[in-house]
């Protein structure tokens, strides 16, 4: 008898996991820590993201915020924004989740190994470049230097300042921190995230970007890095768009001729940058 031939895995199947942990980071965003069932490990790239789900709470596209080299915890942050996140907020610990994934482009650490890394974050545009912060304090010298820009609306918008302030005195990460207004009690920079570029020294020549956060924030940002003489090779951004299937069949992410869910969420700047300045595209 031949042998039969090997069962490919679905990509549309989710697999069941149990919240281990639910941390609220400000009045409007939570984390969900998981782990699966059977503690089987979950291998992930910086960058990829899941589809999440509770029972009868419909999908969402959610970005892996977690350590990449610890595979039995999976961390997802949340802002409750529609049916969904509300639905998923509703869950506590010991509940279950449904996750299928990791689907998408990741961010190309290979190519900014050895040189200075900039992060550009706004808001929520964070979780996605947590997990190269996690590589960088695991692979010390991976990076020449990781700076993080991270702008936000307010204070308490701020998210995961513990952690991102342990790592700053850890010298594992470079951090500026920008407000888009003042809040009570805030001494540092007041300013759009991109206001924070001309405060740091770096060869553009030598120097990486990895962008998340709104679109017309990333189109900005790369902008004056281009005009920092930064290569426009070297600039990459994440784009969020309606995901449902996650794998390029339903067509709801599809940007021009891209389908952000497989042929992003990151891309090269210099693919994208004239789509990021179309209205209503």
Known sequence: MDNPMPIEPNPLFPWM???????????????????????????FSPGQFNMISAIG???????????????????????????VTRSLNTLQKKDPVFIRGPYGKGWPTEQAQGKTLILV?????????????????????????????????????????????KMAQEKVIDLHLSLDRPSPGWNGHVGTVITLI?????????????????????????????????????IFCSLERNMKCAIG???HCQLSAYFLCKDGPVFPYEKIQKLLTIEEL
């Open 17 to 43: 996991f149990i919240i281990e942990e639910k941390r609220k980071e400000s009045p409007t965003v939570f984390s969900l820590y998981l782990r699966s069932v059977d503690d089987q490990p979950f291998d």
């Open 57 to 83: 709470g419909g999908e969402a596209a959610i970005s892996i915020a977690g350590d990449p080299t610890d595979t039995h915890l999976l961390i997802h942050t949340l802002r409750i924004v529609g049916n």
């Open 121 to 165: 974050a706004g808001g929520i545009g964070l979780p996605p470049l947590l997990p190269l912060i996690y590589k960088a304090k695991k692979q010390r010298g991976y990076f020449k230097k990781l700076v993080l820009l991270y702008g936000a609306r307010t204070k308490e918008e701020l998210l995961f300042m513990p952690f991102l302030e």
């Open 198 to 234: 001309s405060t740091v020294q770096f060869d553009p020549q030598q120097t990486v970007v990895f962008c998340c956060g709104p679109e017309i924030m990333m189109r900005f940002a790369a902008r004056e890095f281009e005009r920092w003489k930064v290569p426009k090779e070297n």
């Open 249 to 251: 069949i339903c067509g």
